[in-house]
């Protein structure tokens, strides 16, 4: 299967998936299992978000994006999110 404009067209793809199964988790939050079959929950989400992330590479190598502002952006993020965990417990 070609890859086609550098990679975006399998980056909406791969992400959509992820949302499908991070939606099937939060409907089932306390369980890992789906009605659906088709095995752990937590093993779809580590093999979904592997697949973000691969494809988040190819399209950070394909379009040459600066992975120096990509980082400081994700530790900004890290920073926010963890302590808008802290505040919600």
Request: glycine content about 8%.
């Amino acid at each position: 299967m070609p890859m086609t404009s550098g990679g975006l067209n399998k980056l909406i793809e791969e992400t959509g998936e992820l949302l499908q199964v991070a939606g099937k988790k939060l409907a089932y939050y306390d369980t890992d299992e789906h009605p659906d079959g088709q095995g752990s929950l937590k093993e779809r989400m580590e093999d979904e978000i592997a697949d973000v992330l691969a494809i988040i590479e190819f399209v950070t190598q394909e379009f040459k994006l600066d992975n120096k502002k990509i980082n400081q952006r994700i530790q900004a993020k890290l920073n926010l999110y963890r302590a808008w965990h802290r505040d919600g417990n």
